[in-house]
């Protein structure tokens, strides 16, 4: 079976969470580019040159109308305003997951944010963790089952 390749990742948050799923797709081999959001510029250049992402993104609507691929490793509480903001601006093919440690808020949120585009939102549930923040504290994790011989 083959594995699943992206040519365009977005990420907002790129932290532990946001940075480790980056890190774990180029150690995968399976994405060509991730650009990265956040509120913290520090975080975002730090992540850029710890090779977490390509590029920080400067606008929204450009960057997510041709990704594969959009994470939302924001706080839950963050993630309502920021589908509101992308979902008009999404691609017809472009999947959006989130990396919230909460379920039932976050598909709510989806369901009312979303709209007609909530079919293009996979709720997922972090797999990263540690006492540590931000993208210093990312590291590349195992998310693609590789087939046995």
């Given at each position: ?44 250049q730090q992540a850029k040159e710890l090779g977490i992402i ?18 939302l490793a924001t706080p839950v509480g963050q993630m309502a305003e ?68």
């Amino acid at each position: 079976m083959a594995q699943p390749s992206f040519k365009k990742i977005v990420i907002f948050g790129v932290g532990l969470i946001g940075g480790s799923f980056a890190l774990a797709l180029r150690k995968a081999g399976v994405v060509d580019e991730v650009v990265g959001f956040g509120r913290s510029a520090g975080n975002l250049q730090q992540a850029k040159e710890l090779g977490i992402i390509d590029r920080i993104g400067e606008d929204i609507a450009k960057e997510v109308r041709d990704a594969d691929l959009v994470l939302l490793a924001t706080p839950v509480g963050q993630m309502a305003e920021l589908m509101g903001r992308i979902a008009p601006h999404l691609g017809p093919r472009t999947l959006v997951t989130d990396g919230g440690s909460t379920k039932s808020d976050v598909v709510r949120d989806a369901y009312a944010q979303l709209g007609g585009k909530v079919g293009q939102f996979v709720p997922a549930h972090p797999i990263a963790g540690a006492e540590q923040s931000g993208a210093a504290a990312a590291g590349a994790i195992c998310i693609w089952a590789k087939k046995s011989s």
